[in-house]
């Protein structure tokens, strides 16, 4: 299996200031789900963003490679690389309120980036876009199109920028916390929703969470972040059954489990972010030298 | 049983709704709170959860008085506290405190540490309260140093050990917690959660904590009541709600709830 999505060595910095990602490097094969675990402020969601190639202004990459189907996207003209991405690549994005326009109709947020970039006639493109409203589990396509994202439920949102990142038919998918803004059970069904899509069209998946509970119902490999450098980077079930990196297992044991009280929600202890925190400045200190 | 701290009887609460409020009059009101009756003896940690716009924050907004209900009545410590006017709640405010979700819009964020703890405890006439105020960052172990701080200098769970230390510096009988760790890293979340246990314990709080997350209420509640449309649908002690959960909906809820663990079974 090679991968689809292949991140080599990535650094990004605060301009003129530190590192925010240490030399991070992961694969995702098509088909395959990967997740992107760690505290907030580590880089998950920058990781996805430097992909996407929408840093904010104030960080740029300072050197590696982000493999997109064998081609090195840092490599490619900025136009070039622009289009590589939108004809390849799509993101889920976390907040349906803030991603969808409140004052455009749905209909034309998932057909205007096919008519616009990918140049399909309009028919073609609202074709598409029932269908695939359609095969998110929308009950009522034609009525979605023509409403205002405001009329809509948060899971129903969610479902629409679902259906949206599909629509072009990307390899690979990155989502970032998908399902934080959702209920219990509304996540549920829209993280087993996202596993159907993704079998279905066959993508890479990217998936950027904080909560391992996700991570062991829709992930087959994950990477742990820590401070912008991967710590841990192994398949679910090594990681669930014995993970490798103190921190991971810290981690792990602070995250809660309704069926053993006792044993879940211990803080990371203090030793074991020493430990972490060391490591990463030994890690920064070599990246200088050499 | 200890006698009952608050005592709820056929609570309802009606707010108006906005989203269909005509340009010129009225807007009409839409039923959030629907018959609620339970009660929540001293000392006891209760969780309240269900989804969103399950009413559960409503109903905590209730308890503590910052909503008034349409009909139905409240009882604090033996006083029907449901229409009492600002007036008369003031100098019993001291006695139920709410410790907000979000620390950073709940804080103000031009007023120092010892400024924020000191505010409430100036509103209601206590004395020496510099030195209340060094204790209660004691009692959530924030250092002392901090009181000269601002809010946007501290992190995530630093900001809510604030919020937890202004609302025991008054002392308080009862505490209402809405989902003050939902934005927390689990590790902060985890390290929140310890230090309310403690608080309870030491202070012989009763609290009430608002959650969408069972994992949580497991851990710290010892009754559990579940929401859903404005409604009670369950109201048992903590180890029967996970044990035998006899509404549908928390059973719904608790299947829902994805645990760490790639065999566990979740279709």
């Not at chain 1, 929600?265 to 050499?290: C, H, K, N, Q, S």
């Not at chain 2, 900001?159 to 937890?164: A, D, E, L, S, T």
Request: aromatic share 4%.
């Amino acid at each position: 299996m090679s991968a689809y999505l292949s991140v080599r060595n990535l650094s990004v910095v605060l301009r003129g200031g530190p590192r925010l990602l240490r030399s991070v490097s992961l694969d995702v094969a098509v088909g395959e789900v990967h997740g992107l675990v760690g505290e907030s402020g580590a880089g998950k969601s920058m990781i996805g963003k430097a992909i996407l190639g929408i840093l904010p202004r104030a960080v740029e990459i300072a050197e590696g490679e982000i493999m997109l189907d064998g081609t090195d996207l840092l490599r490619l003209p900025t136009g070039e690389r622009r289009r590589q991405i939108g004809a390849s690549a799509a993101l889920i994005p976390q907040d349906p309120m803030t991603a969808l326009n409140p004052s455009h109709r749905i209909g034309g947020q998932i057909t205007d980036r096919l008519v616009d970039i990918l140049k399909w006639s309009r028919a073609d493109a609202r074709a598409r876009a029932l269908e695939l409203l359609s095969e998110v589990h929308i009950p009522d396509p034609e009525r979605v199109m023509a409403s205002y994202p405001h009329e809509l439920s948060g899971g129903m949102r969610q479902r629409v920028l679902i259906a949206s990142a599909f629509a072009a038919e990307p390899r690979l998918i990155i989502a970032d916390e998908p399902t934080t803004a959702l209920d219990v059970t509304v996540q549920k069904q829209i993280l087993r929703l996202i596993g159907e899509m993704q079998a279905r069209h066959n993508t890479a998946l990217l998936f950027v969470t904080h909560d391992l509970g996700v991570v062991s119902k829709v992930c087959q490999s994950l990477s742990v972040l820590y401070a912008g450098m991967i710590v841990e980077d192994t398949d679910v079930r090594s990681f669930f059954t014995g993970p490798a990196h103190a921190y991971s297992a810290a981690l792990l044991a602070a995250t809660p489990k309704y069926t053993d009280p006792q044993a879940s929600l211990t803080p990371v202890p203090a030793d074991v972010i020493e430990a972490v925190t060391a490591e990463v400045e030994a890690f920064e200190a070599r990246w200088r030298r050499g | 049983m200890a006698d009952p701290l608050y005592q709820v009887r056929n609570l309802k609460l009606s707010l108006p709704d906005m989203t269909r409020k005509p340009v010129i009059g009225r807007a009409p009101q839409i039923d959030i709170l629907k018959d609620l009756t339970f009660e929540i003896p001293k000392g006891d940690v209760l969780g309240i959860v269900g989804g969103s716009g399950s009413g559960k924050s409503t109903l905590g907004r209730a308890l503590v008085r910052l909503l008034e209900p349409q009909s139905g009545s409240i009882r604090f410590d033996g006083e029907d506290i449901t229409h009492l006017s600002e007036n008369m709640l003031r100098p019993m405010r001291r006695r139920f405190q709410m410790i907000f979700q979000d620390p950073m819009s709940s804080l103000n964020p031009r007023r120092t540490i010892a400024g924020i703890i000191a505010g409430p405890l100036n509103l209601q006439g206590f004395d020496r309260v510099d030195r209340r105020v060094d204790e209660a960052l004691e009692h959530v172990g924030l250092p002392v140093a901090f009181r000269t701080r601002f809010p946007h200098e501290l992190s995530g769970g630093q900001r809510q050990r604030v919020g937890i230390a202004r609302a025991i510096a008054l002392k308080p009988e009862f505490i209402l917690a809405d989902e003050i760790v939902s934005g927390l890293d689990v590790s902060n979340q985890a390290q929140v959660l310890q230090l309310l246990e403690q608080l309870v314990r030491e202070l012989g709080l009763t609290l009430a904590f608002i959650s969408h997350d069972l994992s949580v209420i497991r851990r710290l509640c010892s009754h559990i009541i579940v929401m859903q449309h404005g409604r009670i649908v369950e109201n048992a002690q903590t180890q029967a709600v996970f044990d035998a959960p006899e509404a549908d909906y928390t059973k719904e809820l608790l299947s829902a709830i994805p645990l760490p663990d790639p065999d566990q079974p979740w279709v």
